[in-house]
C-alpha cells in the first residue's frame, strides 16, 4: 500500500488481490481540481465528506455523500471540490469483470445512483478491502455490487437470481469445509459449482442464514479455540488456522469469542495451573 501526502492533499493508493478490482483510491483534497481525463476501467466512487462536481459527456454531474458514482471507461470527465474544505472519497476501479460494456451508455445518462443498500454495500467493499486477509469477503460484496448495479442500470433487462436453492449451498459449505485453511476465492468456488457468483452467495446465505465469508471464518474460528487449548501461541495458530496474521485472527476471534486469542488461552493454563 503506498501513501502520498501534502499539505493540501492525502493519498492513499494499492491493488488488492480480488479479481476484478484493479485499484483502489482513497483520497482527500482540499483545492485541486482533475481535469478532463479518461480511464481504461470503471470508476466507482462514494464521497465521505464534502461533495465533488463533475463533468461526463459535456453534462455536469454531483456527488453527495448518499450518492454513488459510476463513471463508465473510457468516457472524459473531471473533478473538483464543491464544498469549502473540499472533499474526501473512496474510489474502487473495476474492470469488465462485473460490467460490460453494454452498462457504459445507461451509466454516461446517469453516473449518479442515490440507492441506500448499493451505499452501505460500497461502504462495506471498502471496509473490507483495507484489511489484510479479507480478500474472500471483497470479492462475495463485490460480486453483490456487481448486480445492484446491473440491476439499476439496466432495470428491466434485469431479473435477480433466484434466492432458494438448498443444494448449490449445500455444494459450497463443502467446498468450505474441505479448505477452511486453505480457503478459496468465489470465482474458483463458482467455477467448480457452474453458477454465478452473486447466485452462489445468495443461495448459500438463504439457506443457512450466514454469507460464505462468515462462515469459513466462523470455521477457522473454531479450529483456532481448540488449538489455543493445547498451549499452541496465537501467531501459530493464526498461521495453522488460515488466518493472515495473529492481528487478524485477534480481530475476528474477539468478535466472535468476546476475549482476544491471548487471553483464551491463558484462562485455560490458568485453571490447569
Given amino acids: 500500500m503506498a501513501a502520498e501526502e501534502t499539505n493540501r492533499s492525502e493519498v492513499t493508493a494499492w491493488r488488492p488481490a480480488v479479481p476484478g478490482v484493479s485499484e483502489v483510491f482513497h483520497a482527500r483534497f482540499t483545492e485541486y481540481a482533475y481535469p478532463m481525463h479518461v480511464h481504461e476501467a470503471w470508476t466507482l466512487l462514494i464521497v465521505d465528506d464534502g461533495a465533488v462536481r463533475y463533468d461526463l459527456e459535456r453534462h455536469e454531474h454531483g456527488t453527495p455523500g448518499d450518492t454513488v458514482s459510476l463513471l463508465p471507461p473510457h468516457v472524459p470527465h473531471n473533478g473538483s471540490p464543491a464544498s469549502p474544505g473540499g472533499f474526501r472519497k473512496r474510489v474502487v476501479y473495476l474492470d469488465g469483470t462485473h460490467l460490460g460494456d453494454d ?7 446517469g453516473p449518479d445512483l442515490r440507492d441506500a443498500v448499493l451505499r452501505q454495500r460500497v461502504g462495506q467493499l471498502h471496509t473490507a478491502l483495507t484489511r489484510a486477509g479479507e480478500e474472500f469477503e471483497a470479492e462475495s460484496r463485490l ?3 456487481g448486480e445492484r448495479l446491473r440491476g439499476l442500470l439496466r432495470p428491466r433487462l434485469f431479473v435477480e437470481s433466484p434466492r432458494r436453492d438448498p443444494r448449490l449451498a449445500r455444494r459450497l459449505r463443502e467446498l468450505l469445509d474441505e479448505r477452511v485453511v486453505e480457503g478459496l476465492s468465489l470465482e474458483a468456488a463458482a ?14 446465505s438463504a439457506a443457512y442464514g450466514i454469507a460464505p465469508h462468515q462462515y469459513l471464518t466462523s470455521r477457522r474460528v473454531d479450529r483456532a479455540r481448540r488449538l489455543l487449548l493445547t498451549d499452541r501461541p496465537p501467531a501459530e495458530v493464526a498461521a495453522l488456522t488460515g488466518f493472515h496474521d495473529q492481528a487478524h485472527l485477534t480481530r475476528h476471534f474477539r468478535r466472535l469469542v468476546g476475549v482476544t486469542p491471548g487471553r483464551y488461552r491463558n484462562s485455560w493454563l490458568l485453571k490447569g495451573s
Fill in 191 to 204: 467455477a467448480k459449482v457452474g453458477a454465478h457468483p452473486a447466485h452462489l452467495v445468495r443461495a448459500f
Fill in 143 to 145: 460480486t453483490l455490487i
Fill in 103 to 109: 452498462l457504459i451508455g445507461p451509466a454516461v445518462d
